[in-house]
């Protein structure tokens, strides 16, 4: 089993920034996807940003240009840093990693970012 620990959520105005990371217990064997999804308060979950461990990544069209997404693989951590944020941004910020192998799905308890003046 892995375990997933967010951090780095929190109040800010919008216009500001935040950067949320993740680290995994334990080093993901073989190709994987590590990625970030959020749900905001009536609506359903959805993907942010995903980036595999050869460093591709992908994004949600909402967020491309202020969220930058990387990860350090000695680290088992990957990072979302998040600019301009405004309060559409405001959720729920859920860390994953997908086994591409073995398609498990792991996910972390969640981090609350808000966005408000």
């Known amino acids: 089993q892995v375990q997933l620990v967010e951090s780095g959520g929190g109040l800010v105005q919008p216009g500001g920034s935040l950067r949320l990371s993740c680290a995994a217990s334990?080093?993901?064997?073989?190709?994987?996807?590590m990625g970030w999804y959020r749900q905001a308060p009536g609506k359903q979950r959805e993907l942010v940003a995903v980036v595999t461990n050869g460093g591709s990544t992908n994004y949600a069209d909402s967020v491309k240009g202020p969220f930058t997404i990387s990860r350090d693989n000695a680290k088992n951590t990957v990072y979302l840093q998040m600019n301009n944020l405004n309060p559409e941004d405001t959720a729920v910020y859920y860390c994953n990693i997908h086994h591409t192998f073995s398609g498990a799905d792991y996910w972390g308890k969640g981090t609350l970012v808000t966005v408000s003046s």
């Open positions: 334990r080093m993901i064997f073989g190709d994987n996807f």
